[in-house]
């Protein structure tokens, strides 16, 4: 049981991360950037070159893919999504074209470093760090205390600060909040940056704890989707949401077998839209 508890933390601090850094870059943009899951998987090849590649220290070779996933996520807003605002795309023309984003840059990583699996380990695989009668890997540590922190931030930020209260005009509507004199494309590059900045953290973490695959970030990308689907992407609700789905994927994997665990999240979701379109957790808006 406390294993079965501590894997649904590890997958609860994995889907936050993402989902929080999805949510920011929705909320900002109003569009769903599915190339995001493009750029959470090249950072984690960036990390491979800079640290294996190249033989830099961890750290520096951990700060500069995180910069490097910033900066992508930065290109793609500055030299695709913006220009496609300025000629009036529709939002279904910016998720058409997040999803060509997506697949052109996974099949560009795909041709640049093979389709097999890479390693960050060396040596013996370490059993982890001893907690409450179960064992939780470094990397997932890191994730979950990370998701904490960033609940907390979040949460601070968007009640109590003028950035905050600016981004919350933004979510709501584009056009009021450039009456209010509020600047929507330094906005929107300010949110994909950080968001970028966080899947980017998650990219890399993830592939210290498992493996680098080119295709490795579309299933937390779609798990954080939900995630942020069903908590309206709110730090609270979405924190809420993302340990239920954690949960529910855990006790999945334990009685019916792993092949279960994400079909089952996403029939969940199906039945969410189906009954409260807008959002699971959050009162029907007025």
Do not use: C
Not at 2 to 14: D, R, W, Y
Not at 164 to 177: D, I, N, P, Q
């Amino acid at each position: 049981m406390e294993q079965l508890i501590v894997n649904a933390l590890a997958s609860a601090g994995q889907i936050y991360l993402v989902g929080a850094g999805f949510a920011i870059i929705y909320l900002s943009g109003r569009f769903f950037h599915f190339a995001h899951g493009a750029v959470i998987t090249a950072a984690a090849y960036a990390y491979y070159v800079f640290n294996v590649t190249w033989a830099w220290p961890a750290i520096i070779s951990f700060v500069v893919a995180v910069i490097s996933a910033s900066v992508s996520g930065a290109a793609l807003e500055l030299l695709v999504y913006r220009p496609l605002r300025n000629r009036k795309a529709s939002t279904t023309g910016l998720l058409l074209a997040s999803l060509g984003l997506y697949v052109g840059l996974i099949n560009l990583l795909a041709l640049s470093f093979g389709e097999q699996t890479l390693t960050l380990k060396a040596g013996a695989v370490a059993p982890g760090i001893h907690l409450i009668n179960a064992r939780i890997s470094e990397p997932q540590l890191f994730m979950v205390a990370m998701a904490a922190v960033l609940l907390a931030l979040l949460h601070l930020i968007g009640n109590n600060t003028l950035m905050g209260k600016r981004f919350r005009a933004l979510s709501e509507s584009h056009a009021l909040a450039g009456v209010v004199g509020i600047n929507i494309d330094h906005m929107i590059l300010g949110g994909i940056v950080v968001g970028s900045a966080i899947g980017g953290t998650v990219g890399i973490l993830t592939a210290l704890d498992t493996a680098i695959r080119p295709f490795m970030g579309l299933q937390p990308l779609m798990l954080g989707v939900v995630a942020v689907i069903i908590g309206r992407g709110q730090p609270i609700a979405l924190g809420a949401s993302v340990l239920f789905i954690a949960g529910l994927q855990v006790i999945v994997t334990a009685y019916l077998g792993l092949h279960w665990r994400d079909p089952v999240v996403f029939l969940l979701l199906i039945a969410f839209l189906m009954l409260r379109p807008y959002g699971a957790i959050l009162k029907k808006p007025s």
